[in-house]
């Protein structure tokens, strides 16, 4: 999973020709250790239709803020430089797919 900064967010995010999954988390947190396998599996299963990132909410201070991030993980589905869908908390792999499928189903 690729990581983006504050300073990349806009170009790697916002501006993407396909939709963003952005994880805000934290190298200590657990619980976004534990939802990655399912959010990368997400992303394969739709691979060119969708984009998944991680973003470190303890050295990326603006972002998280810019966006009501209050807890980790927080994830969040950016389209055409919109936050489309917000889940906090961790999820279930089907609880993402619910909340993503009709942005990204082929």
Known sequence: MDEVT???FATD???SDVPVIV???APWCRP???IEPAL???AAAAAGRVRLVKLDIDVNL???SRYGVLSVPTVILFIGG???ETLAGPQSKSRY???FAQYISG
Do not use: N, Q, Y
């Open 97 to 99: 797919e619910r909340a």
């Open 23 to 25: 994880e805000f988390g």
């Open 40 to 42: 990368t599996e997400i």
């Open 82 to 84: 919109e936050a489309r």
């Open 62 to 64: 603006g972002t998280p």
């Open 32 to 34: 976004c250790k534990a």
């Open 6 to 8: 504050d300073a990349t």
């Open 13 to 15: 995010v916002l501006s």
